[in-house]
Structure formats: C-alpha cells, structure tokens
C-alpha cells in the first residue's frame, strides 16, 4: 500500500534527521532522484525542519531580529513544502494518466499529494508525541495525558493510511479522477502582496 510505503519514509527522515537534532544541518536525500521517495523523504525533512523552526520561534527569551529572520525561514519553508506537494502531485498525474474515467466518477476534496501532506505531519505528531509519553523526567498524570493523546493519533494515522489507499485505488479504477490546483499563494510575491509591491 502507498500509504505504508510513503510512511516509513517519512519515519527515516524523521530518525535521521533527530542524529543531530539541528535545524541547521545539511541535507542529503538517500533516494534517486527519478523516484517517488526522493519526493517524499524531501517533503517529510522540510515539515521536520519547520516543526522545530515553530519551537524556536515560540522562545519568549528570543531575540527580536533572529525572530525575524527564522519567520522569513519559516515563510520559505511553507513555499517549499507547497512546491513539494505539487511535484508528488504531478507524480500522481503521470501515473494515472492512463486510466479510464467513469462517467460516475467524482473529484475528491483534496489531491492524493495533500493528503500524503497531512500523513507526514501525522508522523511528526507521532514521533514527538511517543517521545513526551516516554519521559522519564514528566508526571504520570502528563505521561498517561500524552499515552492517550498518542492512541488517538495512531488511529487517525490508521484512518487516513486507509483513505489515502482507497482514493489511489478509486483514481487507478476510474470511480474518482484528479483535478490539481495549483496553490497561487500570494503574500510572497512582489506583485500581489501590496506589503511588498508598495516598496518596489
């Protein structure tokens, strides 16, 4: 199932990238970069990197310009995971491009690749979440708080594995067919934001 298969993935870039635990270290992708992995280990490391550039950024002893410097990082990151999503997007297109459309067929409430998204931050949340129901320095009462938080998560990881597969499978049958949109976000463009086109 691709779920499965896009997930541990997503694990590898989560493990590795907690060796070092630092926004600020070198990225290398283990997959070619003609396949699907490449894709999506890439996409994983950025929501990781983002995940901790949002703690850092909550520090009240932060200094007010590395803040704003890290919130430039941060808009950055967003772009990026976008184009990422859109890339795994196109995977999908070309993959199922051959397939025949039913003339019952319906379009999804999201692509395959922004579900994929809400998978690898799931697997995000996961990690952390096992890591605070592990601790060996919290209360019980915090420990069995984030055990339960943690069985609520796997579920939702179960649900949306399973989602994803059957969309996949109901796009290959023709009984669901894709539709992409590209995002068109604007605050980072010069001509759209007025933030922005009033300094040019």
Known sequence: MFSEFAFKIFEQSIDTYHIKDDVNQSFENPFPADE???????????????????????????????????????DASNQDRTDLVEYIDSYFLNKYQSAQTKNTATINTES????????????LKIYHMREEATRTDAESSHIATCQQKLNVLL???????????????????????????????????DEMNPVLRGQK
């Open 36 to 74: 699907i992995a490449h894709l999506l280990y890439r996409k994983n490391w950025i929501d990781t990197v983002q995940w901790h550039y949002e703690d850092i950024i909550r520090d009240p002893q932060i200094d007010p310009v590395a803040a704003l410097t890290l919130k430039r990082k941060i």
């Open 112 to 123: 395959p690749a922004w579900a994929i998204d809400r998978l690898s931050i799931l697997a």
């Open 155 to 189: 579920e939702q990881k179960k649900d949306l594995s399973e989602a994803i597969d059957q969309l996949l499978y109901d796009i290959e049958e023709g009984n669901k067919y894709m539709k992409v949109y590209k995002q068109m976000k604007m605050y980072n463009d």
